[in-house]
């Protein structure tokens, strides 16, 4: 997948150097804002240090397909963007002897030479595989899905690299295909001297032991954001994650037999998925749950009868869309995932 390099101003980023990675107390670095930024404002839009086609998240997949590619791709880069990868946050957990070996062997394999054209063996492969090793586990540490329709890959990003997690967020950030970047935008008005979040978890309607169980697991550190030390919404995500469940569950009715609680029926299901709108909305959690729930109530009130519920929900969507990905994404149009084409449809049964 070959970066295309485009000018900031092009991509709709409101403005340059919005935003600076310096260090934060307990975090190592960060991105801040170096303004005020409004909702909805696109504060990044990148191109990738690096990046490989055909990803796998499978452990056998990663040391036999990526790790390769990956190798491949180094040969490639320039100095710049080798160093500036080298700079960023690595995880050791990633980094493992297995990995190291099988560096040495691509290398050993293909009769890598240094700069002098001499074969690399011995202490010298040992070490130029260790650094290559040290790099690719910088590249699972903060990779990106890049995923389109007609590719699927990964990539490490400079200024997004630099983002820590929240499970509170103030930004969203997503591959757009359309424009091949990476985007940020404010998900909420954001001081000048306020860190830049996002969120590394696929979902935040969950409690609080099971965030720290699976960041824990999939990230290695135990997350230090306000949500997390201060538990005092604690009640309220736990109401969220047993809705989260019990609609979850609507969409399996085998699980019923279980004994597990489950809307019974599809007026219940709305009654459950506007309760955890609403819970969202008030906790300011204007992400991927929320985008999610709003399009679960439409399609509630369209299985309803309701047209006007959910033609409402629809636009909200719509709006919270708009506010995660920017106008440019010609990607999502006549697309089912996409909250325009979902509109489109409903007006169109609605005349
Ligand atoms: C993708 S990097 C983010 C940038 C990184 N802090 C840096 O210095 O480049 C992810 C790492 O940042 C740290 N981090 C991110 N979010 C955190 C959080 N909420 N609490 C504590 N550490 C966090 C962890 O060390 C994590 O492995």
Not at 53 to 74: G, K
Not at 306 to 335: I, S, W
Not at 340 to 351: A, G, I, P, S, V
Request: aromatic share 6%; charged share 25%.
């Amino acid at each position: 997948m070959p970066p295309v390099r485009l000018c900031d101003s092009e991509m709709g980023v409101q403005g340059p150097g919005l935003v600076e990675v310096r260090a934060t107390s307990s975090m190592g670095n960060g991105l801040f804002a170096t303004h005020d930024i409004s909702r909805g404002t696109r504060v990044i839009a990148e191109v990738p240090i690096l990046a490989i086609s055909n990803v796998s998240s499978l452990e056998q997949d990663i040391l036999e397909r990526d790790l390769p590619a990956f190798c491949a791709a180094l040969q490639h880069l320039p100095q710049a963007d080798l160093q500036n990868l080298g700079h960023l946050h690595c995880n050791g957990l990633h980094n493992t002897t297995e990995m190291r070996q099988k560096v040495r062997q691509w290398y050993r394999d293909r009769g890598t030479t240094d700069a002098n054209g001499d074969i690399l063996k011995g202490k010298k492969l040992q070490d130029f595989a260790k650094s290559t090793a040290k790099r690719f586990a910088i590249f699972l540490s903060n990779r990106v899905e890049m995923s389109t329709n007609e590719t699927d890959g990964s990539g490490v990003f400079p200024l997004h690299s630099r983002m820590n997690h929240s499970c509170i967020p103030n930004t969203h950030s997503a591959y757009n295909a359309s424009i091949q970047r990476l985007t940020t935008h404010a998900i909420r008005d954001i001081q000048a001297g306020e860190q830049l979040t996002t969120s590394y978890l696929e979902t935040l309607c969950q409690v609080f032991q099971q965030r720290k169980r699976m960041i824990e697991r999939d990230w290695g550190f135990v997350c230090g954001c306000h949500a997390c030390t201060d538990l005092s919404d604690e009640p309220l995500r736990r109401r969220m994650s047993e809705l989260g469940q019990r609609l979850l569950l609507r969409r399996f009715p085998l699980t019923v037999t279980l004994g597990l609680p489950v809307a019974r029926d599809d007026h219940e299901a709305l009654r459950d998925a506007e309760e955890l709108v609403a819970l969202l909305e008030h906790l300011g959690l204007e992400g991927m749950d929320l985008r999610r729930m709003y399009r679960a109530c439409s399609n509630y009130n369209l299985d309803l009868g309701f047209m006007q519920g959910a033609v409402q929900y629809a636009q909200k969507e719509l709006e919270l869309e708009r506010c995660m990905l920017g106008t440019d994404t010609a990607h999502l149009q006549g697309e089912m995932g996409g909250a325009e084409f979902w509109l489109q449809l409903l007006q169109r049964l609605n005349n």
